[in-house]
Nanobody
Framework: QLQLVQSGGGLVQPGDSLRLSCAAS????????VGWFRQAPGKEREGISC????????KYSDSVKGRFTASRDSAKNSVDLHMNDLKTEDTGIYYC??????????????????????????WGQGSQVTVSS
């Protein structure tokens, strides 16, 4: 079973930083492409980053490029999402996910987004991020 366990999140003020972590249980996460998605109330799920399992390249959505950084931590078998200069529009539930039906997988982006949710088959439980003054 490909289980992803998320940690991090919370309530912060605009301009603050936050880190989310996504740890794999029972498998080696670095073998898989890993995406980060977020969903704001009343909006569709948005792909904000995608780490390829081919060459380790990373795609970001236009909405977070330059502010968010995704990285692998092989020692912890996890992927982190470092979020800087947070804005109120970053509020939402954040999910990590992996591509399981194509291996290896190269993240090529999806319009202004980093990835398309339908291509990902195993998801973390979600982490609430609220940015408010």
């Amino acid at each position: 079973q490909l289980q992803l366990v998320q940690s991090g999140g919370g309530l912060v003020q605009p301009g603050d930083s936050l880190r989310l972590s996504c740890a794999a249980s029972g498998f080696t996460l670095e073998w898989y492409a890993v995406g980060w998605f977020r969903q704001a109330p009343g909006k569709e799920r948005e792909g904000i980053s995608c780490i390829s399992s081919t060459d380790g390249s990373i795609k970001y959505s236009d909405s977070v490029k330059g502010r968010f950084t995704a990285s692998r931590d092989s020692a912890k078998n996890s992927v982190d999402l470092h979020m800087n200069d947070l804005k109120t529009e970053d509020t939402g539930i954040y999910y990590c996910a992996i591509v399981i039906n194509q291996h290896p997988y190269h993240c090529s982006g999806y319009g202004t987004q980093a990835a398309r949710a339908i291509q990902f088959g195993s998801w973390g439980q979600g982490s609430q991020v609220t940015v408010s003054s």
